[in-house]
């Protein structure tokens, strides 16, 4: 009975091919059948700098990514995706990464950066510029860290580093049967943003008496900037600058609105857009005031323009910022004075003192904002508490609200408040005292209020790519200013379209996922345990005949045993 049998299926298994491929392919395929892709992570990452400037490019020139994670410890990272956390990050691992052709970058950020050690918040804050310096055809990212993540990273870290640890079969039998990370991106390749337009606001005081009024300028950009536009909320650069302009109007339109208190200047404040981006707002607004107009405060009688930048740091330093000193017996020179008398008499732990630096215009990025007014011969200064146009500080990432001392930045408003008014009311001409106080009891700076108008302006990032004319953060600062100041207008700047200046690019913020995969060594092992599977199984099938009687000896021979 059984050799009949295995007579029919030796017959069946030589003779009917087709059959059996019918018999043993589907169940291959059901062997072999991927199993659902499981997406360990979804999270949000922010894309590096990408804009041009003067037709020079910076920042990254790539948004899509696809491919697998690898730490810096990996001997391959070529078309790798490499994670490194923020504490292990150099800029010399970035440029190895970038050397061996990395696919991307993703730095991977604490969620409360302020809680970092200084050492390497102040090494990362010196890297930033060295990251945007020039462009970077791979993608770079940063992601705010979470336990998925840092999981992820660990992870990987330890596929990464048991590759160059171990001995060839071991790192094959580890890569064949680890867990890996495909890191993919949810949006698409990066474009060019046509028409995007950088908002400036203008109000005025207007002054008591003739038509011949001095004009004094109050400016402050509000953008900031860092490595990562959706990242970038520039607390004391310029935020602090921002809030100081918006008390002093509030402060002098108290005493404009008293006849006994309003003084013979006209006083405007122009909160500037595109700041970080060689002052584009500015540079428009003085060529709509200068050139393309015959009615402008600005064509007349400017005693000076006076810039805030960065005035909120936990130091005592506070400088001048100027391209040509100041002449004597004129308006500027006057302001200059009142600052050293009232950091002098008030506030002696002040170290003020003027830096005088010559506008250059060889370089892509001016210095300070009161330059866009002297090149127009318009005298102006800036006042910071940085000593240095290259402090770091200005253009990075870690410039958050907790780094800003509200205190100070009270102190430095109301030096510059008093010094103002002085100037203004002509006070030490008049023989009024050194340690006057002028801003007291109904009139004193509320510092309540200046925390409230800077914890607002941080709560948002204010890169000037993510402004627009219809932005939140513009209408409130209109609607700011319309409190306290008249004619309150908009000024809008457009990159030329032949030519431009500037120009922004799109996919900043995007969703990436991490899925877990098997690398593909593990696929070409499984080819090969398939294919000898096949094999043996196809083997046995046309020889069925000897197979059968080649087991069957053997059982017998078992049991005679």
């Not at 391959?76 to 923020?86: G, I, N, T």
């Not at 867990?179 to 949810?186: A, R």
């Not at 922004?504 to 499984?526: C, G, S």
Request: glycine share 4%.
């Amino acid at each position: 009975m059984f050799e009949e049998a295995s007579e029919v299926f030796d017959n069946m298994f030589k003779g009917s091919f087709p059959l059996t491929f019918i018999v043993f392919i589907p169940a291959v395929l059901i062997l072999v059948s991927p199993l659902p892709i499981e997406a360990a992570h979804e999270f949000t990452v922010y894309r590096m700098q990408q804009y041009d400037l003067q037709g020079q490019a910076y920042g990254t020139r790539n948004a899509m990514l696809n491919t697998e994670a690898r730490t810096i410890e990996a001997d391959v990272l070529s078309r790798r995706c490499v994670l490194m956390r923020l504490a292990e990050f150099s800029f010399d691992k970035f440029q190895e990464a970038i050397r061996q052709s990395a696919g991307a970058v993703v730095i991977i950020l604490p969620q409360n950066m302020s809680m970092m050690p200084q050492d390497v918040i102040q090494q990362f804050m010196e890297i930033e510029p060295e990251l945007l310096a020039t462009e970077t055809i791979v993608p770079v990212y940063f992601a705010l860290e979470d336990d998925e993540l840092l999981s992820i990273h660990e992870q990987t870290h330890s596929a990464s580093v048991s590759q160059g640890t171990s001995s060839a079969a071991e790192v094959l039998l580890h890569t064949a049967t680890a867990n890996g990370f495909q890191m993919v991106t949810s949006g698409a390749q990066s474009k060019a943003i046509s028409d995007w337009s950088i908002t400036s606001l203008e109000g005025k005081l207007t002054g008591l008496g003739g038509e011949d009024l001095p004009t004094i300028v109050i400016v402050a950009h509000y953008d900031s900037f860092g490595v990562a536009p959706w990242l970038s909320y520039g607390a004391d650069s310029n935020g602090s600058g921002v809030a100081a302009l918006l008390e002093l109007a509030r402060l002098f339109s108290k005493l404009y609105t008293y006849k006994r208190t309003h003084a013979g200047y006209n006083i405007m404040f122009f909160v500037s857009g595109g700041g970080k981006f060689n002052y584009q707002g500015t540079k428009r607004w003085l060529e709509d005031n200068l050139d393309h107009t015959d009615s402008s405060l600005l064509q007349d009688n400017v005693a000076f323009v006076l810039c805030l930048d960065t005035l909120g740091g936990n130091d005592d330093g506070l400088y001048l910022h100027v391209s040509k000193p100041p002449k004597e017996a004129t308006p500027q020179h006057a302001f200059l004075k009142e600052l050293e008398t009232v950091t002098s008499s008030r506030f002696p732990e002040v170290k003020f003192s003027m830096v005088h630096k010559k506008i250059n215009l060889a370089e892509d990025m001016l210095a300070w904002e009161h330059e866009r007014f002297g090149i127009r011969r318009l005298p102006a200064f800036t006042v910071s508490r940085l000593e240095s146009h290259r402090n770091s500080l200005r253009t990075t990432i870690m410039d958050m609200r907790s780094q800003v001392d509200i205190q100070k930045l009270c102190r430095n408003t109301k030096i510059i408040a008093e010094a103002l008014a002085r100037v203004i009311y002509n006070l030490t001409e008049k023989g009024a005292p050194e340690d006057l106080q002028i801003f007291t009891e109904q009139m004193q700076l509320q510092e309540d209020q200046l925390s409230s108008v800077l914890d607002w302006l941080t709560a948002q990032p204010r890169a000037a790519q993510l402004v627009d004319k219809d932005s939140i953060l513009i209408s409130t600062l209109e609607y700011y200013m319309n409190r306290y100041l008249k004619d309150v207008k908009r000024h809008y700047v457009k990159a030329d379209k032949r030519d431009p200046e500037f120009l922004f690019y799109d996919q900043l913020k995007q969703t990436m996922n991490a899925y877990r995969v098997k690398p593909a060594i593990f696929d070409l092992l499984l080819a090969l345990c398939i294919a000898a599977y096949l094999g043996l199984t196809y083997l046995i099938a046309q020889n069925f005949g000897l197979f059968y009687n080649l087991v069957r000896r053997i059982t017998l021979k078992q049991k005679q045993h």
